[in-house]
């Protein structure tokens, strides 16, 4: 079961220096994971739960595969 069906919030964010981004972009990030945009993810958030009401920021989790795991990480 997808976890949208289980009631979670779900959003995709990308982060920079994939594919679909500019080379300045992948330039900042590579080499250096840990500065790959996780820290504009907060922000984010906590627009978007102030957007939408029934989002809640006290309990947020967050997971991503290969740079997007170390993030997460």
Do not use: H
């Not at 504009?40 to 102030?50: S, Y």
């Not at 309990?59 to 997007?68: C, N, Q, T």
């Amino acid at each position: 079961m997808d976890l949208a069906e289980l009631g979670f919030v779900v959003v995709v964010i990308d982060d920079m220096g994939t594919t679909w981004q500019s080379n300045v972009l992948l330039d900042v990030c590579w080499k250096n994971l840990k500065d790959a945009g996780f820290p504009d993810r907060i922000p984010w958030i906590k627009a978007a739960a102030k957007r939408y009401s029934f989002m809640g920021i006290s309990r947020v989790g967050i997971y991503g595969g290969s740079a997007g795991g170390q993030n997460a990480l």
